[in-house]
Antibody, heavy 121, light 110 residues
Framework: QLQLRESGPGLVKPSETLSLTCTVS??????????WGWIRQPPGEGLEWIGS???????YYNPSLKSRVTISVDTSKNQFSLKLSSVTAADTALYYC?????????????WGQGTLVTVSS | QSALTQPASVSGSPGQSITISCTGT?????????VSWYQQHPGKAPKVMIYEVSERPSGVSNRFSGSKSGNTASLTISGLQAEDEADYYC??????????FGGGTKLTVL
């Protein structure tokens, strides 16, 4: 059974860079036909797609966040990572990593449990 | 890229049917048959219930169905059960391999 687990600091200071890692187990991040994505959910609010990456390194980002986001992949560790720069309180959210079905389908079929990141001094 | 529009809340009694709408534009919902729906219970990760407008993943009850007309997609839940009470989100491909979510709808089973 595929499992995803987010990890990283739960508290980040304003203007600094948020860094999270998603570790995939029970399957290979190099499987063809799947992307690996980050989605966030501010407390009490809805879901927002941040971006996705293919194991080859091809990335797609939400245009509204693109200038601050970098997603990378480490196939040797079966992990992918998120960096969000110049954070503010508005970036406080539960951050999920998820597998995104490719081949033109674009839906998320496996999700991590999420990790809460608070932006505060 | 703007969020898709969903009603903030819907409600229904056990056994009834409800429909949740998801309105986008000709750049997302209207252009692609790539709408998915997610169920999220409090404190839990979202779970995909429908993909490609009307396809159900293995294990999802056939009480859940999806459709689309123009720029609006819909999720219908028939034979409403207490366990269906949750938040529901639609999501659509929005071009150039990007996706956008709806604002979410809280379903209350009366």
């Amino acid at each position: 059974q595929l499992q995803l687990r987010e990890s990283g600091p739960g508290l980040v200071k304003p203007s600094e860079t948020l860094s999270l890692t998603c570790t995939v187990s029970g399957g290979s991040i190099s499987s063809s036909g799947y992307y690996w994505g980050w989605i966030r959910q501010p407390p009490g609010e809805g879901l927002e797609w941040i971006g996705s990456i293919y194991y080859s390194g091809t990335t797609y980002y939400n245009p509204s966040l693109k200038s601050r986001v970098t997603i990378s992949v480490d196939t040797s560790k079966n992990q992918f990572s998120l960096k969000l720069s110049s954070v503010t309180a508005a970036d406080t959210a539960l951050y999920y990593c998820a597998r995104q079905v490719g081949a033109g389908k674009y839906y998320f079929d496996y999700w991590g449990q999420g990790t809460l990141v608070t932006v505060s001094s | 890229q703007s969020a898709l529009t969903q009603p903030a809340s819907v409600s229904g009694s056990p056994g009834q049917s409800i429909t949740i709408s998801c309105t986008g534009t000709s750049s997302d919902v209207g252009s692609y048959n790539l709408v998915s729906w997610y169920q999220q219970h409090p404190g839990k990760a979202p779970k995909v219930m429908i993909y490609e407008v009307s396809e159900r993943p293995s294990g999802v009850s056939n009480r859940f169905s999806g459709s689309k007309s123009g720029n609006t997609a819909s999720l219908t839940i028939s034979g409403l059960q207490a366990e269906d009470e949750a938040d529901y989100y639609c999501c659509s491909h929005a071009g150039r391999s990007t996706v956008t979510f709806g604002g979410g709808t809280k379903l209350t089973v009366l």
